[in-house]
C-alpha cells in the first residue's frame, strides 16, 4: 500500500484555473467584437455628396499613340467628397430624338482613379462608331478609405446573411454634355 504522500498530485486544480482563464476571456472578447461590429455597421462613414456637383465636358478630338481617333473629356467634381470613377462607361447616341445605349466599354484597370473635391481629371475615350450626336456617361461612386470599404465589406456579407444594416452605396452617373460627330 501507498502512503498519501506518495499520491501523484491532482493535476485538476490547475485545468480550473485554465478553464476559468478561457471563460473570462470569451466573456470580455466577444462583447467588445459584438461592440466594434455594432459600432462599425450603425455609425455612417460620413455625409453623402451630391451627384449633381459632377460633370464631364467634352473638350475635342485627337487621336492617341496608336493613331486611333478618341475624344477628350474633362471631368469636374465640385462634389465636397473625393469621388472614384468605375472601371467602365457607355456612350449614347441620339436616334430619332431618343438617346441609345451603345454597348459598355470595359476598361483594363480594375478601379478607376480618384478626383478631389474641386478638381478635374482629363479623360479620353474612343470615338462611337455610328454616325450622330452622342454623349458618354460614366458611373462614378464617393472614394472611400480603406477602413469605409472594410466597413462596406462587412455590411454586405451580413446582408448577403439577412441582415439590414444599412443600405450601399450608391454608384452614380455623370453625363457629358451633347458632342457633335466628328467630321474631319
Known amino acids: 500500500m501507498t502512503a498519501v504522500a506518495d499520491q501523484p498530485q491532482s493535476i485538476t486544480p490547475t485545468r480550473r484555473g485554465r478553464r476559468a482563464f478561457r471563460i473570462g476571456v470569451v466573456l470580455v472578447l466577444v462583447p467588445m ?9 450603425i455609425t455612417p462613414s460620413r455625409p453623402q455628396g451630391d451627384a449633381s456637383a459632377v460633370s464631364a465636358t ?3 478630338y485627337t487621336n492617341n499613340a496608336a493613331g ?3 475624344a477628350i473629356f474633362s471631368i469636374n467634381n465640385r462634389s465636397p467628397l ?3 470613377r468605375e472601371r467602365y462607361y457607355e456612350t449614347h447616341v441620339l436616334t430619332d430624338g431618343t438617346w441609345k445605349p451603345q454597348p459598355s466599354v470595359h476598361l ?6 480618384v478626383i478631389s473635391p474641386n478638381q478635374s481629371e482629363v479623360w479620353t475615350i474612343d470615338v462611337p462608331t455610328r454616325e450622330g450626336r452622342w454623349r458618354v456617361v460614366f ?5 472611400q478609405t480603406q477602413f469605409e470599404e472594410m466597413k462596406e465589406a462587412i455590411r454586405k456579407k451580413l446582408r448577403g446573411l439577412g441582415f439590414r444594416p444599412r443600405k450601399a452605396r450608391p454608384t452614380y452617373a455623370g453625363f457629358s454634355d451633347e458632342v457633335a460627330p466628328d467630321h474631319r
Do not use: D, K
Request: charged share 15%.
Open 139 to 143: 458611373p462614378y461612386v464617393e472614394h
Open 33 to 41: 467584437i459584438l461592440g466594434l461590429l455594432a459600432l462599425l455597421l
Open 68 to 70: 486611333t481617333r478618341v
Open 108 to 113: 483594363p484597370y480594375a478601379r478607376g482613379p
Open 58 to 60: 467634352f473638350l475635342g
Open 82 to 84: 473625393p469621388i472614384r
